[in-house]
Nanobody, 124 residues
Framework: QVQLVESGGGLVQAGGPLRPSCAAP????????MGWFRQGPGKEREFVAV????????YYADSVKGRFTISRDNAKNTVFLQMNSLKVEDTAVYYC?????????????????WGQGTQVTVSS
């Protein structure tokens, strides 16, 4: 079992940055691909970004490409999502998740473990 704990969400003005993080306390997660998903109000959950266990491979949703950057620190069992140039439409609960690999990385069903989510609200 891998417990994931997100933090770092909050309220930010459009155009600003935010960097939520996700920790797996007490358990190494370097063998897991780590992803971020989000669910906006009245919307279905959608893929945002993923990074392989080694950190060598990343994928992003088209809607965030060029604005968001996923990174990880395996020594600290933590993954980050640097979000720049935020838009109102980025408002959502952001979830981190762990998967055994990158197969079907864009599908939530590929992930075995999920955090509780952190709210990100972007105001105009």
């Amino acid at each position: 079992q891998v417990q994931l704990v997100e933090s770092g969400g909050g309220l930010v003005q459009a155009g600003g940055p935010l960097r939520p993080s996700c920790a797996a306390p007490g358990r190494p997660f370097s063998r897991h691909a780590m992803g971020w998903f989000r669910q906006g109000p009245g919307k279905e959950r959608e893929f945002v970004a993923v990074m392989s266990g080694s950190g060598s491979t990343t994928y992003y949703a088209d809607s965030v490409k060029g604005r968001f950057t996923i990174s990880r620190d395996n020594a600290k069992n933590t993954v980050f999502l640097q979000m720049n140039s935020l838009k109102v439409e980025d408002t959502a609960v952001y979830y981190c998740a762990a998967a055994n690999g990158l197969t079907l990385y864009y599908s939530g069903t590929s992930y075995n473990y999920w955090g509780q989510g952190t709210q990100v609200t972007v105001s105009s």
